[in-house]
């Protein structure tokens, strides 16, 4: 929905698909993140309803992994609020919670795939067991049953499910970041961010993973939030996009109207490459 930062271009046009909830899912009100002088975001406002999947986009040092760490609370942001409409429809101030609550949220109704999957698994045990904690984590105690459910996962992100007692550390780049999906998503969260998902594998490698991210989104019905420096994923994932720059969101708005007919100079140059990023 629309963001309400003082931006060089604000899009108010944007309303959420026809037969969703009206009410957003997640809410970002005034949210700033400060580290002393600098800026690491400022004055972000911005909703996302279920099922939609929102791009953050922009050159390094933009402030938009800053953004989706404050969101997630991985980072406790200056000012601002984040709120959240869980599963029973109760209406929650994230960082309100006790943190207990958050851990709770991030284990069952949210998920959070790095762009190093080094970050979001246990590379030591594994590969099932990875998918297994997770589910553990929720209350299931049940062996064979967790192993079933860790194996149709693998075999769902397209990993070979007689590797499900091999270690991460065994894997390559692409088949480390399917297994962190699988742990992620095994438990049916609503809500998912994905940092640089793509980052730092193979082209080959890369479009077969966001093939496949496209249709899990698509199966699944998430909600995604997603940071990425590449407008091609925006392009394929996203139904929405922002642009942030030096901590502020200067452009918004469904997707394919800001790559087709961006309005912001910055915008102009990042869609015409003139601005590496």
């Not at 800026?39 to 402030?63: F, N, Q, T």
């Not at 101030?93 to 069952?108: C, G, H, I, P």
């Not at 190093?116 to 299931?140: I, K, Q």
């Not at 420096?229 to 469904?254: T, Y």
Request: proline share 3%.
């Amino acid at each position: 929905m629309t963001s309400q930062t003082q931006s060089e271009v604000l899009d108010t046009s944007i309303a959420p698909n026809e037969g969703r909830d009206e009410r957003p899912l997640l809410s970002i009100s005034g949210l700033s993140k400060l580290y002393g002088t600098r800026i690491g975001c400022r004055d972000v406002s911005l909703e996302v309803h279920a099922g939609e999947v929102l791009a953050i986009v922009g050159e390094s040092g933009s402030g938009k992994t800053t953004l989706l760490n404050c969101i997630s609370s991985s980072l406790t942001p200056t000012a601002g609020t984040v709120t959240y409409q869980m599963r029973d429809g109760r209406v929650s101030d994230v960082f309100a919670m006790s943190e207990a609550e958050r851990r709770q949220l991030m284990r069952t109704e949210w998920g959070f795939v790095h762009q190093n999957p080094v970050d979001g698994l246990r590379m030591t045990v594994s590969a099932g067991a990875n998918v297994g904690e997770r589910l553990m984590a929720v209350g299931d105690r049940h062996y064979g049953q967790i192993r079933n459910r860790a194996t149709s996962w693998l075999d769902r992100v397209e990993i070979d499910t007689d590797r499900i007692d091999d270690q991460p550390r065994e894997f390559s780049g692409g088949m480390r970041q399917r297994l962190q999906i699988a742990r992620n998503l095994v438990t049916g969260p609503r809500l998912v961010f994905m940092d640089e998902p793509t980052g730092g594998l193979d082209v080959s490698v890369q479009a077969r993973l966001l093939d496949l991210l496209r249709t899990l989104v698509a199966d699944l019905g998430l909600a995604v939030i997603i940071v990425t420096h590449d407008l091609a994923v925006a392009r394929l994932l996203s139904d929405r996009m922002i642009v942030m720059r030096q901590g502020r969101v200067i452009e918004n708005g469904l997707t394919d109207r800001v790559l087709d007919d961006p309005q912001a100079p910055y915008t102009q140059l990042l869609v015409s490459s003139i601005l590496q990023v």
